[in-house]
Structure formats: structure tokens, C-alpha cells
């Protein structure tokens, strides 16, 4: 079984722009959460998807956004990119969000530089 | 609210020796956590997690963790430590309900010395 796929995997960009980046869950999974990784922030939560909603959202601008399509498939978009948006974009699936325990598969991540 | 404190930002082993990453963590309902690993330029790899039962939990890799609700830590440990071991390594805590997504800790950064 295929596991989490992100694209692209790096991306350069320059102050001001916006970007788009795309995850595919695991086959079957239907949950879809983003994270951000900085060296100074560390590894901290931006939203969870399930069944095309955003569930759950961390403390983040209203520039980070994002949405799910109805094959489970997730982008985040990040409006007026700012230096302090570099970071590695991590996304993780899982069967679904239900009561108790739904362990979280990571992709590789998207290497998001901007200048 | 839900935290993970990891002490210690840089861990130094020699190989063959025991490896010991502490973790503490603040929830306010049960808590699941979760010891996770980083390769360079990859994604967060499962090592190992606790939901309930048993509060020993054995990983990958000969890894294996102990929940100790008393002291709130959920330290990882392994008996051996082998040159494939370097990496980053992370602790994180997953609530319920408003808190379900993961936080993590700051990780811990893993040298193994020949």
C-alpha cells in the first residue's frame, strides 16, 4: 500500500507570492492533518480535515488555509508568503478522526524556501 | 491544555551504549503519546505509542518506552545503541475532543560516537 504522498517536494518562492501545496492520504484513510516545521518553532499543528471539513485548526494566520477534496485528497494554501513561512510542510493521514485511537502516517514532507 | 517538555536538545551515545531520551508531558484528560523519528530530509516515522494497557510499550527497532503516569514522563529508551540510531527523535501527546492534534516536543537530536 502506497503511503502518504506530497508534492512538491521543494519549492522556492519569493516574499509576497502564495503557494499551493498537495497531499494524497493513504488509500482508505479519510483523515488528513497538516503540519508546519521550523528550526526555531519546531513541529506545530495548522488543521485537520475530515469528509471535506476542516475539523480542527491550530494557531495560525488567516493566510495559511486549507481545504479537502471528496477522494480524501488535501492542499494547503499559503497567501503573501512571508521569510518566516520557510519551513518543512508535513502532512499526515489517518483512518478518521472517531473516538479513540487512529494512528497518523507522515508524508515526506514539502521543503518550502522563500526568498 | 496539552505540552511535551523533552530535555536534553542534543544527546551524545557511544555505540553499544544504552540510549535514554527523557519526555514529560502536561494533559489534562489521558493522554496517548508517542515517540516518533526523523531521518534527515524525510518524514516523521511511528517508533512507538501508548494508548492504554500495558504501560511498557515495545517499539521498532529495540526501542521501547514506559508510561509513568505518577511522573508524567514517557522516556524512550534502548538497551544498544547502533551507528543507524542518529537521528531526530520526537515525543508528542495527542488529546481528545478540541485537543486531538499532536504536540510535540522540541526533539532531541541523537549522535552516535564510534
Known amino acids: 500500500k502506497a503511503g502518504v504522498t506530497q508534492t512538491p517536494r521543494y519549492l522556492i518562492k519569493t516574499r509576497g507570492q502564495q503557494v499551493t501545496l498537495s497531499c494524497s492520504p493513504i488509500?482508505?484513510?479519510?483523515?488528513v492533518s497538516w503540519y508546519q516545521q521550523t528550526p526555531g518553532q519546531g513541529l506545530q499543528f495548522l488543521f485537520e480535515y475530515f469528509s471535506e471539513t476542516q475539523r480542527n485548526k491550530g494557531n495560525f494566520p488567516g493566510r495559511f488555509s486549507g481545504r479537502q477534496f471528496s477522494n480524501s485528497r488535501s492542499e494547503m494554501n499559503v497567501s503573501t508568503l512571508e521569510l518566516g513561512d520557510s519551513a518543512l510542510y508535513l502532512c499526515?493521514?489517518?483512518?478518521?478522526?472517531?473516538?479513540?485511537?487512529?494512528?497518523?502516517?507522515f508524508g515526506p514532507g514539502t521543503r518550502l524556501t522563500v526568498l | 491544555a496539552q505540552s511535551v517538555t523533552q530535555l536534553g536538545s542534543h544527546v551524545s551515545v557511544s555505540e553499544g551504549a544504552l540510549v535514554l531520551l527523557r519526555c514529560n508531558y502536561s494533559?489534562?484528560?489521558?493522554?496517548?503519546l508517542f515517540w516518533y523519528v526523523q531521518y534527515p530530509n524525510q518524514g516523521l516515522q511511528l517508533l512507538l505509542k501508548?494508548?492504554?494497557?500495558?504501560?511498557l510499550v515495545k517499539g521498532i527497532n529495540g526501542f521501547e518506552a514506559e508510561f509513568k503516569k505518577s511522573e508524567t514522563s514517557f522516556h524512550l529508551t534502548k538497551p544498544s545503541a547502533h551507528m543507524s540510531d542518529a537521528a531526530e527523535y520526537f515525543c508528542a501527546v495527542r488529546g481528545s475532543g478540541s485537543a486531538r492534534q499532536l504536540t510535540f516536543g522540541s526533539g532531541t537530536q541523537l549522535t552516535v560516537l564510534p
Open positions: 494533559s489534562s484528560v489521558p493522554p496517548y
Open positions: 499526515a493521514s489517518s483512518l478518521s478522526m472517531g473516538l479513540g485511537y487512529n494512528e497518523q502516517f
Open positions: 488509500s482508505g484513510h479519510r483523515s
Open positions: 501508548y494508548t492504554t494497557g500495558a504501560t
